[in-house]
């Protein structure tokens, strides 16, 4: 990773890769009131203070679609720094399975389950570009990942 100035702030993401049986990925078209306002990305958030990433990533399930995370393994991490912004986003991406249940869009304009080839399509958040170009190669395949954790 490159060297970033001391005393820059990291703020640690976990992002939630769920991938259904037909290879359907979920994804969420962020409110229109937030920052980065209709842009999509995974499901996930800021980790709080004290929190490990998988509780980290089970809260976030949780609040943003009702969903409850079953098992997870780490995908990789990346760092990201905005043009707009002064700290830095330290983004864990995992592999994510939920329990059968109905998902709710409740931090969401709306969700949708796409092929990992349509990733492309949607005018997602930039920190996310480098996963989707693995996703959508299929250099990265999150159920296969969990079926072998």
């Not at 005393?7 to 920052?35: C, F, M, N, S, Y």
């Not at 249940?101 to 570009?129: C, H, M």
């Amino acid at each position: 990773m490159p060297k970033r100035p001391a005393g820059t702030l990291v703020i640690t993401v976990v992002v939630a890769v769920i991938e259904r049986a037909d290879r359907r990925i979920l994804i969420g078209q962020r409110l229109k009131h937030d920052t980065s306002p209709l842009k999509w990305e995974f499901p996930g958030g800021k980790m709080e203070e004290g929190e490990t990433p998988v509780a980290a990533l089970t809260r976030e399930l949780r609040e943003e679609l009702g969903a409850t995370l079953t098992k997870c393994a780490e995908l990789g991490r990346v760092e990201h720094k905005y043009a707009d912004r002064d700290d830095i986003l330290g983004i864990r991406f995992f592999a994510a399975a939920i329990a059968e249940e109905t998902i709710k869009p409740n931090s969401f304009e709306q969700i949708a389950w796409v092929l990992p080839r349509e990733l492309g399509n949607y005018d997602f958040l930039a920190a996310n570009r480098a996963l989707i170009a693995q996703l959508a190669t299929g250099r990265i395949k999150p159920a296969e990942i969990l079926d072998g954790s």
